[in-house]
């Protein structure tokens, strides 16, 4: 005869089971709850001038027997899609004052976000308003663009308009034909629809003036990696300042700055209530360039050569006495100096860094 079990064995018996069916129900339900994919935030960056917009320029001719003005729009660089690029080149070519070209360049925003336009950079200089930026007898009055906020896939325009000075502004007679070219960037941030742009840690662009013997490099140039190029830890007031006239000097040095960076260095002066820039010569093609203006300078003020005041050039160095600009050529380097006495200067160095010396 078997045994009967005790009750304490029925128990036993109970738990187990229970136990069992719980399990198998948890991994019933887990794996109801098991959630197997991939998440992906996929935001695109693209925002550029529309390069298929070359003949979108309106000429007016200053006088009705002259000659008709020509101009062109170019562009350069990869930004993305087919055609869009990050810089248009305005070229101008003028032959009596009144003449006129009005450019209309078009941005579009291929971004998968919107776009906030913070800056139009002409020749590298940020302009943050209507302004006008004189290149030789041509000055060029930039636009704002029409709409500073681009929806995703939307596009707005921005005008340049290029004009020879009237005969007022020109110094004595003028003869023969000018071209003038600038260069247009354009710098964005992303946006938050019509409101603008989406904070940022704060950061400069714009111009600042220095007379100092500290030394500071160009963002691009040789010496960046010896002396600082970036203005955060600078201070105004002390170091710089916004305003030229501040300084109580006739020359100083003159930087451009893009979002807290030296992207440029010039060396004025004033002369005859005007001031007057020359870019670092930190290449020849710079040394060119500054050569003619040392040129213009000297035929627009009537100065004669080889004396005091007065101006000279040959192939290694240009200057003007009696304070100025002077230019020199090292191989195939150079540097730029302006001059308050014999023994003070602001400069560019050919390696790119720019210092006041007394």
Same mark, same amino acid.
């Given at each position: ?7 304490? %064995? ?32 996929? %935001? ?63 941005? !579009? ?70 071209? !003038?070219?600038? !260069? ?79 992207? %440029? ?11 007057? +820039? ?13 050569? !003619? ?51 003070? %200067? ?9 210092? +006041?010396?007394?």
């Amino acid at each position: 005869m078997k045994k009967p079990m005790d009750k304490s %064995n029925y128990i036993i018996i109970a738990l187990f089971l229970i136990i069992v069916i719980m399990g198998i129900g948890y991994a019933a339900f887990s794996s109801l709850l098991t959630i197997n994919g991939t998440a992906n935030i996929l %935001n695109s960056w693209c925002v550029g001038f529309d390069n298929t917009k070359t003949d979108t320029y309106e000429i007016t001719k200053g006088l009705s027997i002259g000659t008709t003005p020509t101009g062109s729009m170019s562009y350069s660089g990869t930004v993305c899609g087919t055609n869009l690029v990050p810089t248009s080149s305005l070229a101008s070519h003028f032959y009596q004052p009144g003449d006129q070209i009005e450019y209309t360049l078009t941005i !579009q925003n291929a971004s998968t976000v919107p776009v906030a336009i913070k800056s139009i950079l002409i020749d590298n200089q940020s302009v943050t308003s209507n302004t006008t930026i004189t290149k030789g007898n041509i000055q060029y009055i930039v636009n704002m663009p029409a709409s500073t906020n681009i929806a995703v896939s939307g596009t707005t325009t921005m005008k340049v308009i290029a004009k020879f000075q009237n005969d007022t502004d020109v110094t004595g007679a003028y003869a023969g034909s000018e071209t !003038q070219t600038i !260069q247009v960037k354009i710098n964005a941030e992303q946006g938050n629809g019509s409101d603008g742009f989406i904070p940022t840690a704060a950061e400069y662009t714009g111009t600042i003036y220095r007379w100092s013997t500290t030394r500071l490099a160009n963002k691009d140039s040789s010496s960046a990696s010896t002396y600082p190029y970036i203005i955060t830890n600078l201070t105004e007031g002390t170091d710089y300042v916004k305003n030229a006239s501040l300084l109580n000097k006739n020359y100083y040095l003159k930087h451009d700055i893009v979002d807290d960076e030296i992207i %440029n260095s010039y060396v004025c002066f004033v002369y005859n209530n005007a001031e007057h +820039c020359m870019k670092g010569a930190d290449n020849r093609a710079s040394f060119a360039a500054n050569t !003619q203006i040392i040129k213009d300078f000297q035929t627009f003020n009537n100065l004669p050569d080889n004396s005091n005041p007065g101006c000279y050039y040959n192939s290694s160095s240009s200057y003007c006495f009696g304070g100025g600009f002077y230019d020199e050529s090292t191989g195939s380097n150079g540097s730029a100096y302006v001059f308050g006495t014999s023994s003070e %200067n602001c400069g560019i160095n050919n390696s790119g860094y720019s210092v +006041c010396s007394e």
